[in-house]
């Protein structure tokens, strides 16, 4: 299994940071998995670049947005991250605080990102975003 560190620093709104963290903060979850993966965004919003709506890229994986990525286990094509509540990944509505959501947050549209698994750290590809 192939893993990288990224260095990069994500880039998310104002009210999309206050509503990450809060999220963060308040979950309950008993899974492992989870938890390290909040810890890891709730870290990566410490450092992170805070703009307005305006000023935000077009290509930044956010709330709503439809990403096709790769990874080892294949191409997942329209996922929509979501709130926890409207997570459904029949419908291809993938939560923003599911392992793999929470890694593609904030991040752009070309990166490599770190996953984490049960077995480890994986990195996705995103491919494309849509806003």
């Known amino acids: 299994m192939e893993t990288t560190t990224n260095t990069k620093t994500i880039i998310v709104t104002k ?18 998995i989870e938890k390290k993966s909040h810890r890891k965004l709730y870290e990566e919003l410490k450092t992170a670049t805070i703009v307005n709506e305006k000023e935000l890229p077009k290509k930044v994986v956010r709330l709503n947005s439809i990403v096709t990525i790769q990874t080892s286990f294949g ?7 979501v709130l926890p509540s409207e997570g459904d990944l029949s419908k291809r509505k993938l939560s923003i605080m599911s392992p793999m959501g ?4 904030g991040y752009i549209e070309g990166d490599k990102v770190p996953w984490i698994l ?8 995103i491919e494309k975003v849509i806003n």
């Open 118 to 125: 049960p077995m480890g750290t994986e990195d996705i590809l």
């Open 15 to 32: 009210k999309e940071h206050e509503l990450f963290k809060r999220l963060i903060e308040t979950s309950h979850t008993v899974d492992p």
């Open 75 to 81: 191409r997942k094509d329209g996922m929509q991250l």
């Open 102 to 105: 929470s890694a593609l947050l």
